[in-house]
């Protein structure tokens, strides 16, 4: 993939590749390979270093100022499409959108969906904004923090992938190139999924769905803070790799 980036081709044509196996590889290009790789060895995702990332079937321009989307946050997109009908209106909104990933899904796929996104960061937000430009879709981005930007509004979905790293973790090391507020929260990892269940009732309509991803052994807690905040049918779905990665439930009032 960064032997194509640097020779400016698409960064999955390995068949290219393969087709022009006999050609020398110029000077300038050898080069670049190089740096990048070397950028690869120090720990940088290939997302930074190509500038752009699949999620959703959508290709997405990211860079250090947000965080890499995961495939396994496709689990997160996923389960919110479930929950919105295709022929009909809804009021959507995403808490912490970073590059606008699971908003910029939700829009593709629903059309009839009113998407709200909501980030404290700036640099997320002009990275969202600007994928969505990009991508011809139609999303209100909204800044601040978690449900500052939407007092006094109600949502029939809301999803977040919050940060939901603790402090200290010894996985942090490995990603010390993304941005550090948007994976700690807290010595237990918990602090922001607490502050986005409580703030929830006053801003789900009533049926409505608060869905969030969490890390890979916070399941059971999750789904305690959504049953003792008084949501029903609380569940979780497991990622790509069979890890408990998102939960959620309903708001019934």
């Not at 950028?39 to 965080?67: I, Q, S």
């Not at 879709?137 to 977040?160: H, I, N, Q």
Request: with cysteine; charged share 25%.
């Amino acid at each position: 993939m960064l032997l194509l980036h640097a020779l400016g081709q698409p960064a999955h044509d390995r068949a290219w590749l393969l087709a022009h196996d006999a050609d020398a590889l110029p000077p300038d290009a050898a080069d670049r390979a190089q740096a990048l790789a070397e950028r690869r060895l120090a720990g940088e995702p290939v997302a930074y270093l190509t500038g752009e990332k699949r999620f959703h079937g959508l290709c997405l321009r990211v860079d250090a100022r947000v965080l890499d989307p995961r495939d396994d946050t496709e689990t997160l997109a996923d389960w919110a499409l479930d929950h919105l009908p295709h022929d009909a209106p809804a009021r959507v909104l995403d808490l912490g959108t970073g590059s606008g990933a699971i908003a910029l899904a939700i829009a593709r796929q629903r059309p009839l969906a009113r998407v709200s996104a909501t980030d404290a960061s700036a640099d997320a937000l002009a990275v969202a904004r600007a994928n969505a430009v990009h991508l011809g879709l139609l999303v209100d981005w909204r800044p601040g923090d978690w449900w500052t930007p939407v007092a006094g509004e109600r949502f029939d979905l809301v999803v977040s992938n919050p940060p939901y790293i603790a402090e200290g973790d010894p996985h942090l090391a490995a990603l010390a190139h993304e941005p550090r507020q948007a994976l700690v929260s807290g010595a237990d990892g918990l602090t922001d999924l607490r502050r986005i269940i409580a703030g929830a009732s006053a801003h789900l309509a009533p049926g409505g769905w608060l869905l969030l991803e969490h890390g890979w052994d916070q399941a059971a807690a999750v789904r305690d803070l959504l049953t003792g905040a008084e949501f029903t049918q609380v569940q979780t779905r497991r990622d790509l790799g069979q890890v408990e990665r998102c939960s959620g439930g309903r708001w019934l009032a």
